[in-house]
């Protein structure tokens, strides 16, 4: 459990870091040496949290696909 803890804190401050650019979940888990079902997760823990991010269709920023991709919001959601 430690290491999917230890991913989703990566995950956070890569997403972060990488704003305003936002990457598809196989991109992330690419660039963070992770599998796709292990960011996955740490992204639907990060996304259950949400004060922070959403899931929004835009392009990926690595691999330049159109889809649903975990960004950061814009603000504080009500």
Known sequence: MARRDDLTRRLLAFIR????YA???ACLALRLGASLADTSAGLATLLAEGKEFERRRR???GCGRTLALAAL???PRP
Not at 17 to 20: C, I
């Open 17 to 20: 870091k990488a704003a305003p």
């Open 23 to 25: 990457y598809c979940d």
């Open 59 to 61: 392009a990926c920023y």
């Open 73 to 75: 919001t814009d603000g």
